[in-house]
């Protein structure tokens, strides 16, 4: 078990380099068929599209990202939990009073289309 532990880590890191080596040999190949052609931009070597890489991570923080945001909540996620604890912990007739708070300051439909599905939507909606 301890075997494991202690080859592990160097085995993260040559991952990562191997990972690195080659996004950066891809960039490299796509910039330098690309840019030059389409908008007579500088030809890239393979340490430069390298930099642009970390560049880009430094700048935007979003590489790598992708199937690692199941731990990142958003505030949008943030917010609706709150609210959602909130609203089961409500009484029904806190719950009514916020459902007709509701309908009175997000709905932003005609009348007439009100008393064809006789407010049924917007229930749904606040909720």
């Known amino acids: 078990m301890r075997h494991r532990k202690f080859i ?9 380099v191997l990972i690195l080596a080659i996004t950066s040999a891809v960039v490299m190949l796509l910039w330098n068929a ?4 389409i908008f007579s931009g500088p030809v890239l ?5 390298a930099g642009l890489l970390v560049l880009a991570k ?19 996620e943030m917010w609706k939990k709150k609210l959602k604890a909130k609203y089961e912990s409500m009484t029904p007739e806190e719950k009514e009073k916020f459902r007709s708070k509701c309908k009175s300051r997000f ?7 009100e008393s064809k599905t006789g407010g049924q939507e917007n229930e749904a ?3």
């Open 8 to 16: 592990r880590g160097p085995l993260f890191i040559l991952k990562l």
């Open 34 to 37: 690309l840019i030059p052609a």
């Open 45 to 49: 070597s393979y340490w430069q599209s």
């Open 58 to 76: 430094i700048l935007f923080g979003s590489m790598g990202r992708g199937f690692g945001r199941r731990h990142h909540h958003s505030p949008d």
């Open 107 to 113: 709905i932003y439909m005609d009348l007439s289309d």
């Open 125 to 127: 909606e606040c909720k």
